[in-house]
C-alpha cells in the first residue's frame, strides 16, 4: 500500500512563499502529483515529478526526491486566490498503473 | 469547449434508496475514475475504467456500482448497501498512459437524509 503525508493546514500572508511538504511510501513509485483545489469546486493540476529535480511554472514550483520519499510544492508571491487545499498524489506502478493515491491535502489560508 | 461534466451538483436520498450520479466527458479520455472525498480524507478511489466495456474496482468499492458501456459515460450508482453514502463524489478522466494527469469534474454532493 501507500501512505502519503502532508500537514493538514498552514497560513501565509499575501507577498510571501510558502512551501508545502509531503512525503510518501510507496513500492513502485512512478510520479508525483500536485493539485490544487478550491472549496467545493473541482481539483486543477498543478505539476507533475516523476525524476529528481525541481520543476517551475510560473509561481509554482515542485521539488522531489526519490530516495528520500519527499517532495514540495513551492508558492511565491502568494494571493489572496491561492487560499485553497493542496492535494499531493503519487502514482504507483503496481495494481493496473494508472490509479493514484492522494493525501489528505494541506488547506493554505493566505492572509493580508 | 471540452471538459467533465457531472450531475447533479447536488443530490438528496433516503436511506434505503439507490442513486445514480452522472458523468460525461468530451476529451476522447481512454480512461476514467470515480473518487470519493471526506472532509479530513483524502480523494479515495471508488472505481476505475481504461477503455469500454471494462472496470476495475478501487479502493472502496462496495456499495458501488459503475457501467462503461461508452467511451464518454461512466456513470456511478450509490446503493442502498453503501453504510455511509453522505460525500462529495468527483469524476476523472485521463488519456490514460504517459503523465496520467487527471481532469476532474465539478463534483456531485450527496447526503443522505
Known amino acids: 500500500g501507500q501512505n502519503i503525508d502532508q500537514p493538514t493546514e498552514m497560513t501565509a500572508t499575501e507577498g510571501a512563499i510558502v512551501q508545502i511538504n509531503c512525503t510518501y511510501q510507496t513500492s513502485g513509485f512512478n510520479g508525483l502529483f500536485w493539485y490544487q483545489q478550491h472549496a467545493g469546486e473541482a481539483p486543477t493540476f498543478l505539476s507533475y515529478n516523476v525524476l529528481d529535480g525541481l520543476e517551475e511554472k510560473g509561481r509554482f514550483s515542485s521539488f522531489l526526491s526519490r530516495s528520500k520519499g519527499y517532495s514540495y510544492l513551492l508558492l511565491k508571491e502568494l494571493q489572496m486566490k491561492d487560499s485553497a487545499s493542496y492535494l499531493c498524489a503519487v502514482r504507483d506502478r503496481g495494481g493496473g498503473g494508472n490509479k493514484l493515491t492522494f493525501g489528505t491535502g494541506t488547506q493554505l489560508k493566505v492572509e493580508l | 469547449d471540452g471538459g467533465i461534466t457531472q450531475s447533479p451538483k447536488y443530490l438528496f436520498r433516503k436511506e434505503g434508496q439507490n442513486v445514480t450520479l452522472s458523468c460525461e466527458q468530451n476529451?476522447?479520455?481512454?480512461?476514467m475514475y470515480w473518487y470519493r472525498q471526506d472532509p479530513g480524507q483524502g480523494l479515495r478511489l471508488i472505481y476505475y475504467s481504461q477503455i469500454v466495456n471494462d472496470f476495475q474496482k478501487g479502493d472502496i468499492a462496495e456499495g458501488y456500482s459503475v457501467s462503461r458501456e461508452k467511451k464518454e459515460s461512466f456513470p456511478l450508482t450509490v446503493t442502498s448497501a453503501q453504510k455511509n453514502p453522505t460525500a462529495f463524489y468527483l469524476c476523472?478522466?485521463?488519456?490514460?498512459?504517459?503523465?496520467?494527469?487527471?481532469?476532474f469534474g465539478a463534483g456531485s454532493r450527496l447526503t443522505v437524509l
Open positions: 476523472a478522466s485521463s488519456m490514460g498512459d504517459g503523465a496520467n494527469v487527471l481532469t
Open positions: 476529451l476522447n479520455h481512454d480512461a
